[in-house]
Every structure is written in C-alpha cells, then in structure tokens.
C-alpha cells in the first residue's frame, strides 16, 4: 500500500475486523460477505481502513484525501470514485453516511474477529474492482499493490498452501512486493539471473513505439537501452552484462545485442518474419531461442535456435500446417532440452525437444491457451499457468509428461505472465491493469465535423466493442465489470444498463444486432477455440452455431437467417455464413476478411484478405466486380467496415498522419470523404443507423506492474 495508515490500524493484531455482515481483512485486502469475497483495490481498502479506525466521526474531504493520499496531491474526484467502489462494495448498504459540505461519516459498530485467519472457501465468489486514478499532480513514493495480483493470495484451499509434486509450497500473504509500476503497456520482461535487475519492453509515452528499458529492483528510475520504434523480447545473457533483444520493422526483424548499462548496439542476426516473439537466452549462453518463420516463404510459426557468437540459425521445430503454431520456448537448466507450446485448432499444448532436434515428445495437453512455460532448476518439473475462465492459474507437471499436472495456485484475473525464481523463492507476475471505455461523437450533418465527443458508457473495468440496435435505441456491448467477459446492453443514452449474458469464462467480442432486434451475434474463444454464437436479447439465451477453429463474426444477412463469419484457414481467411436455426455453415468467398450484404439482398460487399480495395458479389451468380480500388481503402479489420441502412462507413487506418473516414452510399456506388479526426477512431467502432453518432472504446488509463511473490517449498 502507498501509505502507512493501514498496517498502523492492525499493527498490534492482523486479525480481520467485523462491523455488520462484513468481515474485513486489511493483510489480504478482503471484505468478505456471506458466500462473497470483494477484492478491494488497495486506495478503496485503505479508505475502508480510515472509516474503520473511525467509527461514528465525521471526516472531511480534505482529511480523507491527506490520510488515503498522504504523499500526493490528487483530485478530489479520486475520493468520489473510491466512495463509489466502496459502496458498491458493500452492497448498497448505506453504511457511509454523506454530510453535505461537511464530508462523510462511517455507521457501524466495531468488533475484532476472533479467528487469526479468514478461511477462503471454494463456494464463495470472487469479486475483483480494477483501481483507476484520476490526474495525480505528483507520483506517489511508494508502489502500489493492485489487487488483481493479491488475488494470488486466494486460493481454493484454506490457509494459502498448496501440494506441488509431493512438495508444499506455502505462500506469506504479506512478503510480496511490487518492483516495477509504470503507466502505459510492458510487453515482455526478463529477470536477471542474480535477481538484483529487470529488462522490459515498454511503450512508455510513445503509443506506437516500444523500446528496452533496464531497471534495479528496487531503486531508481528505467534507463531507456534503445531507440527503435519496435524493440522488444529483451531476454538477459547468463553473466548478466549483455541484453539480446528483437528490432522489427515491416516485413522483417532481426537479433540485436547491448550492454546491459547501454552503449552501442550490434546486430547478431536476421530472423525470417516481422513475427518473430519469445527471445530467450539459454543458461549456459550458447543458444538463442526465438519464435519465427523456418525461412521467409511462409508465416507459420515455430522454433529456431541461434548460435549466441556466430549469428547463425537453425530451425528446431516446424509447427504442424494444422496447427497455429509452436511458442514461448523454455530452456532446461542444462540447456539441452527445450519445453515449448504447440497450438492446435482444439488444444494447446506443451512439447518437450533435444536442442539437437531429437526425441518431441508431448507432455500436457489443455482446451486452454498456455501462457507462461517454465523449467524447475533440478530439471524434474515443467510449471506453467493457463486461464480456466477468467482466472489464471498456475500447475506444475512431469518432463516425461507421465502423471497429470497438479494444480499450484490461482493468480487471479489481470495476470498476463508469470516468471519463477527458485534460487531466491519468488514467482513474478506481470499484471495489466486498464480502463477502456466507450465514447459517443455527435457529427455535424454534413459529417465534416465533431459537434460533442463524451463519455458513455463507463465501468471499473473494460467496457469494449458497441454495437448499436438495428432501430438506434440500444447498444451491446461487452464488459468484464462483473470478473468475466459478459455481453451487456445499455439504452443509447447510456441509461438502463443490464448483463444480458452468463457465459462466465470465454473471451466475447460481439458481433451486431439481427435485424429485427431480437438477437446479437458474437464470437467466443474457449480454449484455442473461436466459434460462431447469437444470445437472445430478451431471454439471455446463447446457440452456438460453428464447432472449432478459429472464427470472427461479421455482419447478419438481410432477411436475419444467416450470420457471416471470418474463418482463418491455414494462413489465409475466408469468408463464411451459418444459418442461426441449422447451423450450416457455406463457403461464400475464398480469401476474404468481411462483407456486408447489400440492402435488397443480392448482393455481397467484402475485402478481401492482405489486399486493398472493396469488392460487390452478385450472390444469385457468384460473380465478382471491384468497385473501390485501394487508393480508397488499403486494408481492414472488423471494426473498420461499417454497415448502415444505405450504405457502408470504412475507417482507413493506414493514412498518415491521422485515419479518416468514407462513406459509400449503395443507392449511387459513389462514395464521400468525411472527417479526418484521430481521436475519434478507437479501436472498435459503431455508426448509429442514421450516421450521426459513432462509438468507440478507448483507453482512458493504463498501467502495468510486475510483482514479486515470495513463496517457501518450491
């Protein structure tokens, strides 16, 4: 925690405080209610502490903001927020009582627990409130703790242990430190094999452009290594002096050296792709490993190994044409064997090889993505973490892959990958926290111009993907507000919001309303898996309409009996339909990415894969006619070809210096440039039927923090 008013309160007993139906624990940062456990961002639960130490007292503004914020000057809408969330917290409970002008008063009498531990069940519910500060004038002195990583803390057995091959490992709740905290996005990062330094690739205040930057734990500022606009996978060389790290640029990268201190760059190597990730060192220093083409012919990815003094390159594995992929390679401690993840259209899975190319041999398969491979320092463990639903959890398995994993812990929502440290009894995190909301932009009637750009739609967490009604008056969209992905739906003046889905796990993106209203289409990823889906709008109901692989959906036909869907085939996509009550899935146009029907039916308008311009299908006879060439349009995305009722929008993100905007009016084939406004293009977009309001989410806050866990018995 930032401040040191909340260890104060307890600092004589760590036993969890009672007031009315709560159970508060300010160690694990834990309000716990019946079968409910709220995870409390670390300023709310500080607020929590100050209220708890002062029962009955009115407490100014002002005085609340210097005991939460003591060491930063804030706004007094950051006391607001976390009113809110703690009373949202509580239920609704009128428990914080408002003065007006004068500030706020805490009603509940005080009790101290008499159980030295608050024993988490597996019946009860995690809630989780992502933290979001507004406009601080002045950095805090210390790092702050978010909860999503002391969710790490929560487990599904009592007391925090856990059983990994026949050893325990026991966590201490209150031995985890945050060593590095910075707004804006890390991509990837390594620790120093003495454990004293960290290397990261991050955006820093530059959206575009990723650099390596080195950092002590724990003390000073990140030193920038380098200055290319896409530098990234730094990965430590064994004696700590050098950093390897990956430069891209388009259509290729390639293999880079530094001093760990900074100095002059020397290029190792070039790879075959612009794809290349996963650069790891391995503990003896004599081989790279990194993740790229077999040569520049295709883009299937799979494992190569560098000789760290020549440069030269060999391929270790080539990933099946079946497959997604081979990724994330891991070292042995002997650096002879290499543990990596092998996606499939139905599993993920790890495989272990010789660095001579010999003896693949599966170990673990799972139906969701593997995230974060590592090896035990004896050689006789392979630990890796994967995301059951919206939780990611950490197991431990065999190299001979001869017994079933074993589960280890439960890292919570926000952890993006997971590095351990058996030297110093450490497992690291890496947690990325965000806000992303959607925004609403009024046009002028000429479409020229902005009249009103506000905020909309706005939760706790990730408000993403709108999707205006077929009438205008309502929007979907998806949310993890509640701890998962839900689809949600909201009055178009952002009033009457309501969770229409229960899916609890998959990763959602919605797709568009039917065109009676009644339904909304979107895909799902369960496991490696995204499939084809539409949810009643009126019930909550869900059909799933394809069966593995990986589809995106695209737009609904005309007469609402058909959903069109991307469907990646090998390295191309091609574009498809269901139909909603058959599931029958038709082959309607080969390498191609989106397409909107036209207004009477008969026709198709699509893009096509990796080439500019805009195509019409006539769908009676299936033949094709360009009809914008890519001097209007060089590329798209789902969220870049938009449907009306006469015509369709295109986002061109490739212009420079800003995207804009063009509509194509289907009754006369001509189309009309409309604004140019950076601003207004978010990363997923929907045009009101009558184009005058578009939608977008953006990110209004962001900020990632790796933290360290210490951990006895590993």
Avoid at 345 to 350: L, P, Q, V
Avoid at 402 to 419: E, F, H, K, R
Wanted: with cysteine; hydrophobic share 35%.
């Amino acid at each position: 925690m930032s401040s040191e008013y909340v260890p104060e309160l307890l600092a004589n007993d760590e036993r969890p405080i009672l007031f009315g139906r709560y159970s508060f624990d300010p160690a694990m940062k834990i309000l716990l209610s019946g079968e409910t456990i709220v995870q409390l961002p670390p300023r709310t639960c500080e607020l929590l502490a100050v209220f708890l130490k002062n029962p009955g007292r009115l407490l100014s503004k002002d005085e609340l903001m210097d005991l939460v914020w003591p060491d930063t000057f804030v706004e007094e809408s950051n006391l607001t927020h976390h009113i809110a969330a703690l009373r949202k917290a509580l239920d609704g409970e009128n428990l914080i009582e408002t003065v007006p002008r004068r500030g706020y008063r805490f009603r509940a009498p005080i009790e101290q627990a008499v159980a030295d531990v608050v024993v988490v069940e597996e019946r009860r519910t995690l809630i989780e409130f992502e933290e979001t500060e507004a406009r601080t004038t002045r950095l805090p002195t210390k790092a702050i703790a978010t909860g999503a990583l002391i969710a790490f803390l929560l487990v599904s057995v009592a007391a925090g242990a856990w059983w990994l091959m026949g050893r325990s490992i026991v966590v201490r709740s209150n031995d985890s430190e945050v060593i590095l905290s910075v707004p804006g996005n890390i991509y990837s990062y390594d620790i120093s094999d003495d454990g004293k330094m960290i290397t990261f690739a991050w955006n820093k205040d530059k959206p575009n452009t990723t650099n390596v930057f080195v950092q002590m734990i724990g003390s000073g500022e990140p030193l920038q290594l380098t200055t290319g606009e896409s530098d990234g996978s730094p990965t430590w060389s064994p004696d700590g002096k050098t950093i390897a790290f990956i430069r891209r640029s388009k259509g290729s990268s390639s293999v880079f050296y530094i001093a760990a201190l900074g100095g002059v760059e020397r290029k190792l190597c070039d790879l075959n792709s612009d794809l290349a990730q996963n650069l790891t060192w391995s503990p003896d220093g004599r081989l790279l490993a990194v993740v790229d083409a077999p040569d520049t012919s295709t883009k299937l990815r799979g494992i190569n190994l560098i000789d760290a003094e020549s440069g030269k390159t060999r391929v270790l594995t080539r990933a099946p044409l079946n497959s997604f992929g081979d990724f994330a390679p891991s070292f042995s401690a002997d650096s002879q064997t290499l543990a990596f993840r092998r996606d499939e259209t139905a599993n993920s899975k790890i495989v272990a090889i010789s660095t001579s190319g010999n003896d693949e041999n599966e170990i673990v398969t799972e139906t969701t993505p593997i995230q974060s491979i590592l090896w035990s320092n004896s050689g006789d463990q392979i630990v890796y973490s994967t995301k059951h639903g919206a939780m990611t959890e950490l197991y431990a398995v065999s190299p001979n892959g001869d017994s079933p994993p074993v589960p280890i812990a439960n890292l919570g929502t926000q952890v993006a990958s997971v590095a351990i440290d058996e030297t110093r009894n450490s497992i690291y995190a890496l947690n990325r926290n965000k806000d992303v909301n959607i925004w609403q932009s009024k046009l002028s009637e000429d479409r020229q111009s902005l009249i009103e750009s506000k905020r909309l739609i706005a939760g706790p967490r990730v408000d993403d993907y709108p999707a205006f009604s077929s009438d205008g008056g309502r929007i979907a969209f998806v949310s993890d507000r509640s701890g998962t992905d839900e689809i949600w739906v909201v009055n178009s003046d952002g009033s009457n919001e309501r969770r229409l889905s229960e899916l609890k796990g998959p990763v959602i993106v919605p797709g568009e309303w039917s065109p009676d209203d009644t339904m909304v289409s979107f895909h799902a990823s369960v496991g490696p898996n995204m499939d084809i889906y539409h949810i009643n709008t009126a019930t909550g109901s869900t059909k799933k309409l394809t069966n593995g692989g990986k589809q995106f959906v695209r737009s609904w036909s005309q007469d609402g009996k058909w959903i069109y869907y991307a469907k990646i085939e090998g390295e191309d996509t091609q574009l498809w339909k269901v139909s909603i009550e058959s599931g029958e899935s038709i082959l309607v146009v080969e390498s191609a990415n989106a397409g909107v029907e036209s207004q009477d039916g008969r026709s198709l308008y699509f893009v096509k894969f990796n080439e500019g311009g805009v195509w019409k299908m006539d769908l009676a006879t299936g033949s094709t006619e360009l009809i914008l060439d890519d001097s209007h349009f060089r590329g798209v995305a789902r969220a870049d070809l938009e449907p009306s009722r006469k015509g369709f929008y295109i986002i061109d993100r490739e212009r420079k210096p800003e995207p804009f905007y063009e509509y194509f009016d289907l009754a006369t084939g001509t189309t009309a440039r409309l604004m140019t406004n950076s601003g207004s293009a978010g990363f997923a977009n929907a045009i009101s039927p009558d184009g005058s309001t578009w939608l977008n989410s953006k990110t209004d806050y962001a900020a990632n923090e790796i933290m360290r866990v210490r951990v006895s018995g590993l």
